[in-house]
């Protein structure tokens, strides 16, 4: 932009780029997208609905649906994709826009449509427990600078839930930790000794996981 506009004040809210695509659909995607869109009644006034319906701390869980354009909310975001001649509007609700964004939507003949996503859920809100302090901003560091990238080579990751000040931090468990029956092993072993060693306020590390719901575990 070069210049400001008479009628737009320097501090006016810049709008949302409603062009640019929240998640990428591969070609492979969209054309098994449009193939299904297209067996359905009316299918020219349709689009993909993409939503996450897990709670925060759950495992990204997603739904995928078809529905008719204009029954989109006005929060809701649509965009259009296009790749070798198909076109795909697809709907994403203001809810999930944030953990969907960098996402990829692909298709392969063994898995069928995944989706590839770099966000990390929300943490879960826990009464009782702090995750506003120094300690947990500490904490946090550490999670995302030593602990994460120590758990990478197992596909996994832990998020910070909070601490209860008296030395206990709680977090839960994604990716291949999710489910994994090695996942209270690497949590004691692992993890609690990586936080405990480097922030003395912590002496134990509890997780929320509900590891009974874990799909797709990195070990069986």
């Known amino acids: 932009m070069v210049g400001v506009s008479p009628l737009t ?4 809210p810049i709008a949302p780029d409603t062009s640019a695509p929240i998640i990428t659909i591969t070609p ?3 054309a098994e997208l449009v193939a299904l869109r297209d067996t359905e009644p009316d299918a020219d006034r349709l689009g993909l609905r993409l939503e996450i319906i897990s709670k925060p701390g759950e495992e990204f869980r997603y739904d995928l649906s078809f529905e008719v354009i204009t029954k989109a909310a006005f929060t809701d975001e649509v965009r259009t994709h296009s790749a070798d001649g198909a076109s795909l509007k697809v709907i994403v609700p203001a809810d ?3 953990l969907l964004q960098d996402a990829t939507l692909d298709h392969t003949s063994s898995a069928g449509l995944v989706v590839r996503n770099p966000n990390k859920p929300h943490a879960p809100v826990v009464e009782g427990l702090v995750r506003d302090d120094e300690l947990s901003a500490e904490v946090e560091a550490m999670i ?3 602990v994460n990238p120590a758990l990478a080579s197992h596909g996994g990751f832990v ?3 909070g601490h209860d000040t008296e030395g206990t ?6 990716g ?7 996942s209270k092993m690497t949590m004691l072993d692992g993890v609690q000794t990586m936080i405990v060693e480097k922030i003395p306020a912590i002496q134990h590390v509890r997780d929320l996981t509900d590891h009974s719901s874990g799909e797709n575990p990195f070990y069986h």
Do not use: I
């Not at 004040?9 to 006016?12: C, E």
């Open 159 to 161: 998020t910070f839930v």
């Open 169 to 174: 931090a709680y977090l839960t468990m994604g």
């Open 28 to 30: 492979a995607a969209l």
């Open 9 to 12: 004040s320097p501090l006016s």
């Open 144 to 146: 995302s600078a030593e």
């Open 96 to 98: 999930s826009r944030e």
């Open 176 to 182: 291949g930790c999710h489910g994994c029956s090695m």
